[in-house]
Every structure is written in structure tokens, then in C-alpha cells.
């Protein structure tokens, strides 16, 4: 199954950015996503921790400490708690275009003690940054996606930039896994169509974004935003079967949110074992399946303004 929440929400969230595709939502609909996407970016929690561990590494051992971070598309404010835990001497400020997201994530702050140093600001790429003080390192975890055009916002980034400060950008390496191949749902081959229709879901949410003009790899639109890549990489994470706990909660959550978005990609029969797969109470849904896994990968890329700028 191909479902990414950083293109349900933004991961984020897709991830998150988070109003593309969703403008139907009313805030009951804003919650349960919320709710969805701060389970899950707990479970992946450790894309942001490694990430903090290597730009400090970057940084090197005698770099002033970080004092400003900005955490772009921060969703429900998991990974900004995380980088404030992570650089304890930083202000993080986390942009959402999504008040719900932005609202969960001063209340994540407020029960961990880190409330006065973190601040939010609302904000939709590529627009209402310029009131954005510059930062230190800024961090936009799948959210790049869901900006039209891609390299234009990594300028935008690069400026927000102090002149020695780090960019880190994640997005999606390969389609997240979570059921086998071989199922005793629907006709053979359905994990492989059900990728395919995420992949034609987020093509026409690409082509309908403003401005949209089409992607290239991540490391040459950093290249073409005029900075200087110091370490790419692909980092993966496996939570294996049986699930249980949160990581269920995750699955269940992602199809019945794939059910809804990719209804009209599919054929009936495809369409009844989604339906099948997103019911809590089947023993062959996802939610009771002792075959459910979770396989989530990353391209994580750590940028900075090249020295002749």
C-alpha cells in the first residue's frame, strides 16, 4: 500500500501544506487528520532525531549553538518539539498553513515544558514568510511536494537562511509499505494497484497546485535553488507484524483516508476490498490482520548557501 500521510496532510503530511486536497474538510474532519498525523510522526519519529544528530555533525563540534529554528509544514508539531528537545539553546518556530495543526502543536509544547520556545506562525508556501526571522536550520519534512513550484520555495528557504545556517529537507524515497503482496482481499495484484492510483492521485494533486511546474530529483532542484548539498541520504525505518498500539491506529486511520481519496481510481471490486481492508470489525481489515507492517523511507538532503554567495 503506497498511502503516504505526508501527501494525505502533511506528512505531512504529507506531509503539511495541509490544505491541498482537503478543502472539504469541516473540523471534525481537520482533527482526526491532526490526530492521525501526530501518531504517526511519533512512530517515525526517528527520521527527525538522525537528521538533528547529522546537522549538528555538519555544524561541527565548535559552531556556535542553533538559536533559531524554523520547522517548514510542521504539521501537529511532533518534530518541532523533537528539534527543540534536541537543541536545547533554539526558539523553533513551526509554519503550518492549518490553524488545527498549529493549535496541537502549542498544546504538544505546553505538556512537554517546551512552551516558551516554541511559537507558531500560519503560513502557506510560497507565500507569508516574510515576516519570518532568518534561521539557524530550517527543517521541511514532506511538505516541498505540496508547493507548485518546488525550487522557487527552496529560494525562499535559502534566504530565510543565516549565512552559516543548515537547510534539511525530507521527502518520500519509495512508497510506504504496509500489506503483503500476497492477500486473501480481492483479486491478485492489488497492492500494486492501489500504488498506482496513489501515484495518479499525486500527479493531479502536483498538476493542480498554483503555479505547478513539474518536479526533478531533490537534490538537482536544490542545486537549481542555489544551494550547496553536504549530505544526502535514504533512511529507512520498519515497524514489523503483529502491530499493535498506535501503529494500527496509523494503518486503520491511512485507509480509511485512502478509501476517501482514491474511491474514483479504482475499479468496484478494488473499491470493496478497500472497503473490506478499512473496516475495523473484518478480520481481514487492516485493523485486525496480523500481517500488517509498517516499511517508511526518507531522502533526506542537508543544504546550505554555497560560500561565494
Known amino acids: 500500500m503506497a498511502a503516504d500521510a505526508a501527501h494525505d496532510a502533511h506528512a505531512h503530511h504529507d506531509a503539511h501544506a495541509h490544505t491541498h486536497g482537503h478543502a472539504h474538510f469541516d473540523e471534525a474532519d481537520w482533527q482526526a487528520l ?18 538533528a544528530r547529522r546537522v549538528a555533525d ?77 534561521a539557524d536550520v530550517i527543517w521541511a519534512s514532506m511538505s516541498l511536494h505540496h508547493v507548485g513550484d518546488e525550487t522557487g520555495a527552496l529560494r525562499l528557504l535559502r534566504d530565510l537562511l543565516q549565512p552559516t545556517g543548515l537547510l534539511a529537507v525530507a521527502e518520500a524515497a519509495d512508497p510506504m509499505g504496509i500489506l503483503p503482496d500476497a492477500l486473501d482481499v480481492g483479486r491478485p495484484g492489488l497492492v500494486d494497484r492501489l500504488e498506482r492510483a496513489e501515484a495518479t492521485w499525486f500527479t493531479a494533486m502536483r498538476a493542480g497546485l498554483p503555479g505547478s511546474v513539474p518536479s526533478a530529483p531533490l537534490e538537482s532542484m536544490i542545486a537549481s535553488a ?30 480509511r483516508h485512502a478509501r476517501r481519496r482514491l474511491g474514483d481510481l ?40 554555497p560560500h561565494r554567495m
Open 34 to 51: 491532526a490526530a492521525l498525523t501526530e501518531l504517526e510522526g511519533e512512530l517515525l519519529l526517528d527520521f527527525v532525531t538522525e537528521t
Open 58 to 134: 555538519v555544524r561541527g563540534a565548535d559552531a556556535p549553538p542553533v538559536r533559531r529554528i524554523v520547522d517548514i509544514g510542521s504539521g501537529p508539531g511532533v518534530g518541532t518539539c523533537e528539534l527543540a528537545r534536541l537543541f536545547p539553546d533554539a526558539h523553533v518556530v513551526a509554519v503550518d498553513s492549518s490553524a488545527t495543526m498549529l493549535e496541537r502543536t502549542l498544546q504538544r509544547a505546553g505538556a512537554l515544558g517546551l512552551g516558551g520556545r516554541i511559537s507558531t506562525h500560519l503560513a502557506e508556501l510560497p507565500d507569508g514568510l516574510d515576516d519570518v526571522e532568518p
Open 226 to 255: 542555489s544551494l550547496e548539498v553536504v549530505d544526502s541520504r535514504v533512511v529507512s525505518t520498519r515497524i514489523d507484524a503483529p502491530l499493535a498500539g498506535a501503529a494500527r491506529e496509523v494503518v486503520i486511520g491511512r485507509f
Open 266 to 305: 479504482l475499479d468496484e471490486d478494488d473499491q470493496h476490498a478497500l472497503d473490506v481492508l478499512s473496516d475495523p470489525d473484518d478480520p481481514r481489515g487492516v485493523g485486525q490482520r496480523p500481517d500488517v507492517f509498517i516499511q517508511a523511507s526518507r531522502q533526506i538532503v542537508i543544504a546550505r548557501r
